[in-house]
Nanobody
């Protein structure tokens, strides 16, 4: 199983970026996929998750209203608008092997597969 993340880059505050995560090797149509991020010197933190294509979405408070997660079959997307310097981090996509209960949807340890990460840098 492989998750391939792409779409990161260097942008200015207020700009937008769209991250993509393509999964291969198995079907994740009924399993949650999510995005996490890790800034230098900080723990990896939850950003957003979606249970299945067109399913329920979940967001960290820090990105709610600015980021939108979506998916189509085995590909997850993260549309990031109104980017801020504090959004600077390496962004990782993740997928769970099975369903997750609500209390674990934001838990990075609940996800079984991870992409390699894509750098997002937002300048002020």
């Amino acid at each position: 199983v492989q998750l391939q993340a792409s779409g990161g880059g260097l942008v200015q505050a207020g700009d937008s970026l769209r991250l993509s995560c393509a999964a291969s090797g198995r079907t994740f149509s009924s399993s949650p996929m999510g995005w996490f991020r890790q800034a230098p010197g900080k723990e990896r933190e939850f950003v957003a998750a979606i249970r299945r294509s067109g399913g329920t979405t979940h967001y960290a408070d820090s990105v709610k209203g600015r980021f939108t997660i979506s998916r189509a079959m085995n590909t997850a997307y993260l549309q990031m608008n109104s980017l801020k310097p504090e959004d600077t981090a390496v962004y990782y996509c993740a997928a769970a092997a099975g369903t997750l209960i609500l209390s674990r949807i934001r838990d990075k340890d609940a996800y079984d597969y991870w992409g390699q990460g894509t750098q997002v840098t937002v300048s002020s």
